[in-house]
């Protein structure tokens, strides 16, 4: 059951869009940023925030997206999550101009 996890995010974004995809890099069935890149397509513009605790050769970004390192503190989550939702909206500022 824990493989569907990916795809049951999927379809939820079908009925519910969402404003921030949350994930881990490394899951069963389909890893985070394939599941981003899919997201991607149905929400365009999607902030994506990746955490990962198995991500070594990373340098704080995976496919672009901030990564926070396992184990965190919940202040550096919501740090991360607050740069990410700001970064979104400087883009899309940026872009309506």
Do not use: C, N
Not at 6 to 23: D, I, K, N, S, V
């Amino acid at each position: 059951m824990r493989d569907r996890v990916a795809y049951e995010a999927l379809e939820l974004a079908e009925q519910h869009p969402f404003g921030l995809l949350l994930t881990d890099v490394v899951m069963p069935g389909l890893f985070g940023p394939e599941t981003a890149s899919q997201l991607r397509e149905q929400i365009p513009g999607l902030p994506v925030l990746f955490m990962s605790g198995y991500a070594p050769e990373s340098e704080g970004s995976v496919g672009g997206a901030e990564l926070v390192r396992k184990p965190f503190q919940p202040a550096d989550l919501l740090d991360a999550v607050r740069r990410t939702l700001a970064s979104r909206r400087a883009a899309s500022l940026s872009t309506s101009r």
